[in-house]
Structures are given as C-alpha cells and as structure tokens.
C-alpha cells in the first residue's frame, strides 16, 4: 500500500486479557519497527525485523511481549496478559534498507487496559 | 547507552515569532540526525534529516536545523512560525550504518494565533 497501514486504531482491552496488534508495512521495505508511546513520553523502542529476523529485540519490556514477522511483510505485536502499564499508543514503522529516507510510520494502535 | 534529549518539553509563543528546538544527544561516533513532527491528531512525519555534508540542513515548511558536532547537537530553527506549526516536535538520532532510530522525549509546540 502506500503507507504504513496498523489495525485496530484503537483497541480497549480488560486487564488479564491478550491482545494482537498488526502492521503492514510499505511494500517492499525490509525493514520494520515498533515503538510505544506513553502519554507524556517519548517513543520507546520495542523491537526491530530485518526481513523476518529480529537482530534487536532489546526493547521489549517484559516476556509478556513478542512479535513476529512474516514473509518479510505483516507484523503482529502480542501483549499476553495485559496490564494496565500497557496502555499506550504502540507505534510501527517500516524503511528501506537504507535509512537514508528515514520511517514512514503508521497511524498507530491506542491501546487501553481497563 | 545511547540518548537523545530534548531539553524544552513546551513551548508556547506567537504567531511570526522565532522558534528554536534543542537536541542534544550523547553518542560519540558518527551519526545521521532526523527531526520529526506529529501534527494534533496525524502520525509522525519526517521534517528534515542530516547525514553528512553542510551541517545546516533545511526541511519542509521553512524549518531548518543546524548539526554542532562538537556540541553533540542538532537544534531545529524556524524564523518564523504559524499557527500550523502546532505540534509535537521529536528528534531522532541513529549510528551510521545502523537503521535503529533513538528518539528524544519531544517537545510540543503551541502556537497562539
């Protein structure tokens, strides 16, 4: 598509529950990020896909996290037993394998945990 | 580890008055710099990047940014702003050679028109 494309927009969620969350990227970008955003922060990086590995997954902040990414396109974030910390608006971006052209980055999903 | 700060977290001013974003960032080898802007209620934009060459590099609506690398800053500048430079403002500093991005906290920007 021509932009970064992330589902749901807004997600409400019970606390306990597991949620997905999902990002397709630009075509053809190999590259793809994501980043959360906290009300009040700054964006926190989460983790990073090169093609369908994930050389730095430094940032996910308890194994409650994971994602995965396949066939070098769609990424699906999962929070597994969500807690109210988690609310955020989670961020995902994609790039060429050049940075020289920075990330194009979605609309972004707003998570809340009540 | 690598940061990036951003020291001004609002700024208000008015319409036709100068603004100044400060990005100071801590790593010491080569880096490309990025600011960015989110606009009330649309995603993060690229507004203007530096990667080499003239350290004062110009972007989109008239803003420019100056790379001081002996300062370890990348401060974005506009003469003069309008009420459409509302926003929030991030900077963004990655290793050369490495597409990981480290953002600042960022800073919002009102305008009064």
Redesign the interface.
């Known amino acids: 598509g021509a932009g970064v494309s992330q589902s749901p927009s807004n997600k409400v969620t019970e606390k306990g529950k597991d949620v997905e969350l999902r990002c397709d990227p630009i075509s053809g970008h190999t ?1 793809l ?1 994501w ?1 959360r955003q906290s009300l009040g ?3 926190e ?1 989460l983790i ?1 896909f ?1 093609g369908n590995s994930a050389p ?1 997954k430094s940032g996910l902040p308890s194994d409650r996290f994971s994602a995965e990414r396949t066939g070098g396109s769609v990424s699906t974030l999962t929070i597994q037993r969500t807690q109210q910390e988690d609310s955020a608006v989670y ?1 995902c ?1 994609s ?1 060429s ?1 050049d ?5 194009t ?4 999903t707003r998570l809340t945990v009540v | 580890a690598q940061s990036v700060s ?1 020291h001004n977290h609002h700024v208000i001013l008015s319409e036709a008055a100068s603004l100044e974003l400060g990005c100071n960032y801590s790593y010491g080898g080569t880096v ?1 710099l ?1 600011w ?1 802007v989110q606009y009330p209620g ?5 507004l203007l ?1 530096y ?1 080499s060459g003239d350290p004062l590099v110009k972007g989109i609506k008239g803003f420019e940014a100056e790379f001081i690398k002996s300062k370890f800053s990348f401060n974005l500048r506009k003469p003069s702003v309008q009420w459409s430079d509302t926003a929030e403002y ?1 900077c ?1 500093v ?1 290793k050369a050679a ?9 800073t919002r920007v009102l305008v009064k028109p």
Not at chain 1, 99 to 103: A, R, S
Not at chain 1, 105 to 108: H, I
Not at chain 2, 42 to 46: N, P, T, Y
Not at chain 2, 98 to 106: A, E, I
């Open positions: 590259a990020y980043y922060q700054g964006l990086f990073y090169q730095d961020l971006a790039s394998r940075i020289y052209y920075g990330y980055f979605g609309s972004g | 951003q490309n990025f960015y649309q995603h993060l934009q690229l990047k990667f991030f963004a990655s490495v597409n990981k991005l480290t953002f600042g906290g960022g």
